[in-house]
Structure formats: C-alpha cells, structure tokens
C-alpha cells in the first residue's frame, strides 16, 4: 500500500530543482500523487476500508493546498506540474 523507497527516489529525482531537493513543492506534489494513486486502488479493492478513505481524503487536501501554494507564488512550475502528472484535466 505505501510506495517503495526506490519508487520514492525516482519520483525526487525527476521533480527535484537541484541536486540536494527533496522537499519543494513539486517534490511534495509528485509524491503525494503517487500516495493517492496507490490508495485509490486500495479504496476501489476495499470499499469499506473508511479510515484508508479518511487518509485519502486528507492526503488529497495537503496535495491541494501545494497545489494552490505553488500556483500562486509560481504560475509556471505549477503548469509545469500538473501537466506531468496528468491532473486538472
């Protein structure tokens, strides 16, 4: 249910704004996306599985709220973002 720490470097990897990046907004994004695309399949197998949904809901709240931070302090990266990771379609 949680992602690998492998899968985790290669997400920090390909979001990161230099070298030594592991917790910009895109960084946090990216591997929140991956968290929620993970318990969405979770949530489809276990439908009565509620405190996972309670996890899910707020995951996809602190992902809106670094979304939202990072739309308006940089309109761009956030374009940039949200294009790769295939939200807001």
Known sequence: MAIT?????????????????????????????????????????????HASRRGLRMLVGQRNRLLRYLRTTDRNKYLAVIDKLGLRK
Do not use: M, W
């Open 5 to 49: 720490k492998e899968r985790k470097s290669e997400i920090v990897q390909q979001f990161r704004r230099k070298q030594t990046d592991t917790g910009s907004s895109e960084v946090q994004i990216a591997v929140l996306t991956a968290r929620i695309n993970d318990l969405t399949e979770h949530a489809r197998q276990h439908p009565k599985d």
